[in-house]
């Protein structure tokens, strides 16, 4: 089973600047981190024009496309359900992945690391630490009886994710 950890936080705390940062730093160690973003906007990762988008708008259940350099397989959902994190894990290659990062999904139950900023218009009272909160990476000191860890210190959290994936295997 490939570990999963999730990266949550309020919105503009800086859950993507974090994976921005983590994510090479992560592969510098020789982890080979895979990523599942959530998101609640409408998004769309097809180009209107192009012949995948039209094939696809023509009503194709699902489309796969692909080159020399990557493939993205495009899923149509028109139930609309909020998708199942753990099914989406499935779908990934576990043969070419160490890791799977998931950005969002707080209320899966999932591993986590909790991002608190100061000045993110929350209070720290607010943190909901559950027994999926594996420690809280922060820019501040926090009256909390888990890991805490340096927001702005890659390292740190990089060690501390380490040490977490050595107890999952």
């Known amino acids: 089973m490939?570990?999963?950890?999730?990266?949550?936080?309020?919105?503009?705390?800086?859950?993507?600047?974090?994976?921005?940062?983590?994510?090479?730093?992560?592969?510098?160690?020789?982890?080979?981190?895979?990523?599942?973003?959530?998101?609640?906007?409408?998004?769309?990762?097809?180009?209107?024009?192009?012949?995948?988008?039209?094939?696809?708008?023509?009503?194709?259940?699902?489309?796969?496309?692909?080159?020399?350099?990557?493939?993205?397989?495009?899923?149509?959902?028109?139930?609309?359900?909020?998708?199942?994190?753990?099914?989406?894990?499935?779908?990934?290659?576990h043969a070419t992945l160490d890791l799977v990062l998931v950005e969002g999904f707080k209320h899966e139950a999932v591993a986590k690391i909790l991002l608190f900023r100061e000045g993110s218009g929350h209070d720290a009272d607010e943190l909901t630490l559950d027994e999926h909160v594996i420690a809280v990476a922060s820019d501040i000191n926090l009256p909390i009886d888990i890991p805490q860890l340096n927001l702005n210190d890659i390292g740190e959290i990089v060690d501390f994710i380490q040490g977490w994936m050595a107890t999952q295997a």
């Open 2 to 93: 490939i570990p999963v950890l999730a990266i949550a936080a309020w919105s503009g705390t800086g859950k993507t600047t974090l994976l921005k940062s983590l994510i090479p730093e992560l592969r510098l160690r020789g982890i080979r981190p895979g990523l599942i973003k959530h998101t609640h906007h409408r998004m769309d990762v097809d180009t209107p024009g192009k012949d995948s988008y039209e094939l696809r708008k023509a009503g194709a259940a699902q489309t796969l496309v692909a080159s020399s350099e990557r493939w993205a397989l495009m899923t149509e959902t028109p139930e609309r359900k909020a998708p199942d994190l753990a099914w989406l894990v499935s779908r990934m290659d």
